[in-house]
T-cell receptor, first 112, second 119 residues
């Protein structure tokens, strides 16, 4: 079952902040975040493996609330290069059925 | 740098044709995956393979088959292409990091995709 991402799309001015949410109906082993620019391959951003774990990547960070079965991606002081579609991928805590399942994506547009 | 190469960026085929999409990775990864990407639906898993000659169905395997004769190469086959298989196809590979199960916690590396149009 696909995780649910919100919002579906967001437009920001350069320098503004954004939060992208990813929720699952299943208990999770991990959450992955990817960014895909138009016409390019999805690129791995970060993986969160433990409940409550927060990871950072330049001005992009993420948190994982295992209890709520959700993760959030935080983009601060956004830059033009942050534009693209962000996907979360979730792995269930279900040995033998641990396929990575992706959300439908959040399209982020940064305008000058 | 990990490199996942898909043989074609764009492909146009006719209904009923047999279509082969090829994917090669250069990092000796055990796991390889085929996804299709459609607007509003995200990435959906078609098939995956965790070893040479091993394959498992993903979420949407109908109308597709796969082949993995060598570790570095994973092929997606459309036995008889139909217009509803017009889509972007993405290949990915991952190294088994030793997590629980087959590939828990493994990072997937993607190719740039093949945009297939079936007329």
């Amino acid at each position: 079952q696909q995780p649910v991402q919100s919002p579906q799309a967001v437009i920001l001015r350069e320098g503004e902040d954004a939060v992208i949410n990813c929720s699952s109906s299943k208990a999770l082993y991990s959450v992955h975040w990817y960014r895909q620019k138009h016409g390019e391959a999805p690129v791995f951003l970060m993986i969160l493996l433990k409940g409550g774990e927060q990871k950072g990547h330049d001005k992009i960070s993420a948190s994982f609330n295992e209890k709520k079965q959700q993760s959030s991606l935080y983009l601060t002081a956004s830059q033009l290069s942050y534009s693209g579609t962000y996907f979360c991928g979730t792995e269930p805590h279900d040995f033998g059925n641990e396929k990575l399942t992706f959300g439908t994506g959040t399209r982020l547009t940064i305008i000058p | 740098d990990v490199k996942v190469t898909q043989s074609s960026r764009y492909l146009v085929k006719r209904t009923g044709e047999k279509v082969f999409l090829e994917c090669v990775q250069d990092m000796d990864h055990e796991n390889m995956f085929w996804y299709r990407q459609d607007p509003g639906l995200g990435l959906r898993l078609i098939y995956f393979s965790y070893d040479v000659k091993m394959k498992e169905k993903g979420d949407i395997p109908e109308g597709y088959s796969v082949s993995r004769e060598k570790k570095e190469r994973f092929s997606l086959i459309l036995e008889s292409a139909s217009t509803n298989q017009t889509s972007m196809y993405l290949c990915a590979s991952s190294f088994h990091s030793g997590g629980v199960g087959l590939f828990n916690g493994d990072i997937q590396y993607f190719g740039a995709g093949t945009r297939l149009s079936v007329l």
